[in-house]
């Protein structure tokens, strides 16, 4: 396998940080019609380059991102926070306790129950009082200067969707029910442009427990 250039990684994610905050800023300014079907289009759009923004925090969090640890913690607390006022830290914990004991009592991505059950557990171990803080302070502060609706329907909307297209098909689908492998997790067929507007590759999930330090754009390649 040809050899990663150690600086792609930061160029990845400036690129998805970048095409967020320039998407967002113009769906704040716009004076849209709700009659108008491209409305509706770029609510998923943008709920698609949330939940890059999450992915490459999560990159952050198997160290991809950048050679140079302080940068790549940064990036990683700069995505997650922009993501929904998460902090980094928390998150990095959870998420590397879900790789030692995956599909256990001590993984805080897994629950033995139905779709729902699962989603509002996996969405309490994550989000705190004081995050919540932090987006109903900003939301409010931010409406002073930018219609509400355009803040509910850009901002909002796509942030809460994104929970469920990271939880649907980074978690949920690849670890539901039995498996027969140590990583407990199933995978997409192979098909790359599925894999990629699903959720970044990670329905490629079995291959990412064989190879956690893979970044998401290079994770296409390890799916025979």
Known sequence: MKKINPYTGILVALTVITCWFISLYFLLIWDFKWSNPLVYLMVFVQMHLYTGLFITAHDAMHGTIAPNTKANNFIGYLSVFLYAGFFYNRLYAKHHQHHRYVHTEKDPDFAPHGFWKWYFRFMLNYVTIIQLAIM??????????????????????PSLLSTFQLFYFGTYLPHKGEHDNEYHSNTLQKNHFVAFITCYFFGYHFEHHQKPG?????????KR
């Open 214 to 222: 893979m970044p998401w754009w290079q994770l296409y390649k390890t």
């Open 136 to 157: 109903a302070i900003a939301f409010n502060v931010l409406k002073i200067w930018i219609n509400e609706k355009n803040l509910l329907l850009f901002w909002v909307l």
